[in-house]
């Protein structure tokens, strides 16, 4: 598959300040990919994605809040946007604040994102760490530092207690922030580090190797020099590109791919395909509340800027074909 002629254009416009994953879908993506070894998941329903929101850049990462709004951050413009329901046009709620990596929503409704995700600061984030970890108000845009000195940040996840933990994907270093500021920008190490997400209970950090060799690592909260694999990718795999992580209602994760164009779910200690045909793709989260990107429903962002609802994630009695 290839990048559409103006998106082609931006990135070579954009290429020092790619990040790193970029460049191995460079070197992936223009030769077709050998078959995948994830078998099929039980789906929910059986109906194809569903766009529900157009961006004019590329999605980093989504999020959404307690009122059904997604937040999304676009890596070229460095924009926060909120989308108050599928179908509505994206509010750009900033101007560029270099809002190009993860985005989470606190408790309290503030939304935290992560600048920095560019070849640059990911490549010299171990050694000088100089990313922002930034607060936006989802009413009014209005921004403030929340925590400086970090790698890099592309991946964001925010634990049960408030806790802050960041990725740098051309390196090693997986950060954290606690809630009393405290910063550690190598709070474990991980070899290209990308997607992330907290487990329910806050015991364990999962983060997603992208390259070299894909997988997904579990990391002891209270044991970080000791990161776990837990799910390494098959052969057949070993370009699919993971990215973007979250998880179920059953705290299982999910992982979304650039080059394999998939959606995968943890099931025990293996991968199952949820969804096939979304080609770089950045990052899947589920929706909250009753109403707008409503809870129970699986949603995507990628490259092309295209948000898709996706039926075969969503949670509920499986469906039969």
């Known amino acids: 598959m290839r990048l559409p002629r103006t998106l082609r254009a931006r990135s070579i416009r954009a290429r020092s300040v790619l990040p790193a994953a970029v460049l191995a879908v460079a070197a992936g993506l223009f030769a077709p ?9 039980e789906a929910t329903d059986p109906a194809p994605p569903r766009q529900v929101a157009h961006l004019p850049d590329w999605v980093e990462s989504i999020a959404v809040d ?55 600061h990911s490549t010299t984030g171990g050694l000088f760490p100089s990313s922002k970890l930034l607060q936006v108000d989802p009413e009014s845009g209005r921004v403030s530092t929340y925590a400086s000195g970090l790698g890099g940040i592309d991946g964001v996840a925010l634990a049960p207690d408030g806790t802050v933990y960041t990725t740098t994907l051309g390196g090693r270093n997986i950060g954290r922030v606690t809630p009393d500021g405290r910063v550690d920008p190598a709070w474990a190490k991980v070899a290209q580090p990308n997607g992330i997400a907290v487990s329910p209970d806050g015991k364990q950090v999962y983060v997603i190797q992208t390259t070299v060799a894909p997988g997904l690592y579990r990391i002891p909260a209270d044991d970080p020099a000791h990161p776990r694999r837990w799910i390494s990718t098959p052969l057949a795999d070993v370009l699919a590109l ?22 995968w779910r943890v099931e025990g200690d293996r991968l199952c395909t949820v969804q096939s045909g979304l080609h770089l793709s950045t990052q899947i989260t589920y929706g909250r509340g009753d109403h707008g990107f409503s809870a129970g429903r699986l949603y995507r962002s990628g490259v092309d800027g295209r948000i898709y609802e996706v039926p075969a994630g969503a949670e509920g009695k499986p469906v039969a074909p």
């Open 242 to 263: 993971p990215d973007g992580l979250t998880l179920d209602s059953r705290g299982r994760p999910l992982i979304a791919t650039h080059a394999a164009g998939q959606i």
């Open 66 to 120: 307690e009122r059904g709004r997604m937040f999304a951050t676009a890596y070229f413009t460095g924009r926060v946007y909120r989308i108050d329901a599928p179908g509505s046009a994206p509010v750009a709620l900033t101007g560029n604040i270099g809002a190009n990596g993860g985005i989470v929503v606190r408790g309290d409704g503030q939304l935290l994102v992560g600048t920095g995700n560019d070849l640059v």
């Open 33 to 41: 990919l050998p078959a995948h070894a994830a078998p099929a998941c």
